[in-house]
């Protein structure tokens, strides 16, 4: 920033511009992110290409997958490298668990306002106010907002019921498990979050079990067999990986018997949510059957078979 070009010239009207701009900054802070995320720019490539656009729409884009796959990731590295481009920004983390607590939705508005408004606490009794205090907060400012981690209309509802208001420019992120939500609100971009390649399954089991990127000798037949088990799933990798931090190669072994009869409980809890939020019981027996019976089956074969017991 340069006198000369700034305040008209005045010293003071420039000096007051710096502090709100550093201010800004300060308040603003990047997310934390794990440092090893391998694959992460092929990943956000077109996101970044989409937030970067200098289109003055408001546009939404969709980052979907299957849980553990490596959404919030996404979401948070592109979110760093792009919120102090914009005059205001908001990461709303776990909205699913948030929604379940009393009052989630207005705690989580409150959380958007809070973000917004750089720091200023707005106190919002119920949802409607809260949309109506959303409103006002972002119709006069171009904002990054990222919706992680939705999986019901009324989740949405509670921030883009208002999506006409958002200021020209300003861009939404949504990270869900729920295609069928893909639909909604005029999403204009879908992403989809596809598992990691085998090179890079392998290097990210070794970040987390050896600290660097690759197996040392003597336990890459392990890996390979451990890289094979979790089919590319970034959370899997993650978990085993630092479960098995400096053990033996005998506790390696063994680790890969037990994998084959038991699941890992920590990445089975995650899986689980997708099973868990199915909306009655005969769409978990639907599941099942589908899990258990017809893995690879074509889709039109799957339905005769289900259609034909009745399902």
Known sequence: MVLSNQADGYESKFITKIVKVIGDKLIRRPLGVESNLIGIQSRVKNINLWLQDGSTDVGIVAVHGMSGIGKTTIAKYVYNSNFTSFEGSSFVENIRETACQPNGLVQMQMQLLYDILKGKKEKVHNVSEGISKIERAINS???LLVLDD????????AVLRMKDQFYLGSKI??????ERLLKAHQVTKVHGVETLDYDESLELLSWHA???DHPPEGYMEYSKKLVQHTGGLPLALQVLGSSLLGESMGVWESALEKLK???????MNKLRISYDSLQDDHDRKLFLHIACFLIGRDKNYIVRI???CDF
Do not use: A
């Open 173 to 178: 992120i949504i990270t869900t498990r729920r």
């Open 261 to 267: 009869v038991i699941p890992n409980g920590e990445i």
């Open 306 to 308: 289900l259609d034909g």
């Open 150 to 157: 939705v999986d019901h209309m009324d989740q949405l509802d």
């Open 210 to 212: 050896f600290g660097q």
């Open 141 to 143: 400012r171009i904002v």
